[in-house]
């Protein structure tokens, strides 16, 4: 297993979460590690990413404010902080890393390792 994401559960809506993903140093070093989400029938979303040196964060609107990416370089381990959680918050979140450029770093398909996904629930 190349990323492995857990810290999900159930939470009342406006509650927190944090995620943590655990990496290795191949699927962490120098690369940009990514948190993306799946909610029932829909598609994979963008919701988080940092670089590989941590000094630079990108968010989707939807987050932006309420979540916090950062990283843990000493233990290959990226965290997703998750406040005043919504109802449509409520999706499986993976953890995904990639060595392509910025401009890319919201696209699903430049990520090449990834999790195996979080159960979040917010209940409303």
């Known amino acids: 297993v190349q990323l492995q994401a857990c810290g999900g559960g159930l939470v009342q809506a406006g509650g927190s979460l944090r995620l943590s993903c655990a990496a290795s140093?191949?699927?962490?070093?120098?690369?940009?590690m990514g948190w993306f989400r799946r909610a029932p029938g829909k598609e994979r979303e963008f919701v988080a990413t940092?670089?590989?040196?941590?000094?630079?964060?990108y968010y989707a609107d939807s987050v932006k404010g309420r979540f916090t990416i950062s990283k843990d370089a000493a233990k290959y381990t990226v965290y997703l902080q998750m406040n005043s959680l919504q109802s449509d918050d409520t999706a499986v979140y993976y953890c995904?890393?990639?060595?392509?450029?910025?401009?890319?770093?919201?696209?699903?398909?430049?990520?090449?390792?990834w999790g195996q996904g979080t159960l979040v629930t917010v209940s409303s």
């Open positions: 995904a890393s990639t060595n392509g450029p910025l401009s890319t770093w919201r696209d699903v398909d430049q990520y090449n390792y």
């Open positions: 940092i670089n590989w040196s941590g000094g630079h964060t």
């Open positions: 140093r191949r699927t962490f070093s120098r690369r940009a």
